[in-house]
């Protein structure tokens, strides 16, 4: 299964999941393992590590360096990745 053509996935970010909803957008040094499963609208910032397990809901959600819980809460914007500089 492939991605849908409206995932980003940046050159120098590791996505071997096939399992990426639509209109994601995965940054350098970021990695999604193979298995792992990413909800739509999702903005999975650098240096950022999924694994197995988590479903992260729809929706971008604040940035800031923190992982995922092993079962996340439904409907809960959950951060990801680094923090960044500059208004969103």
Known sequence: MALAASVF?????LCESDD????????P???VMRGARVGADCNICGHAFIEKRPVPPPGP???SP???PPRPAPNRRLPLG???SGSL
Not at 9 to 13: D, T
Not at 20 to 27: C, Q
């Open 9 to 13: 996935v940046h050159p120098q970010a």
């Open 20 to 27: 990426v909803g639509p209109r994601t957008r995965i940054w």
């Open 29 to 31: 040094f970021a990695q």
């Open 61 to 63: 959600a604040p940035l």
């Open 66 to 68: 923190a992982g995922l």
């Open 82 to 84: 680094s923090p960044v």
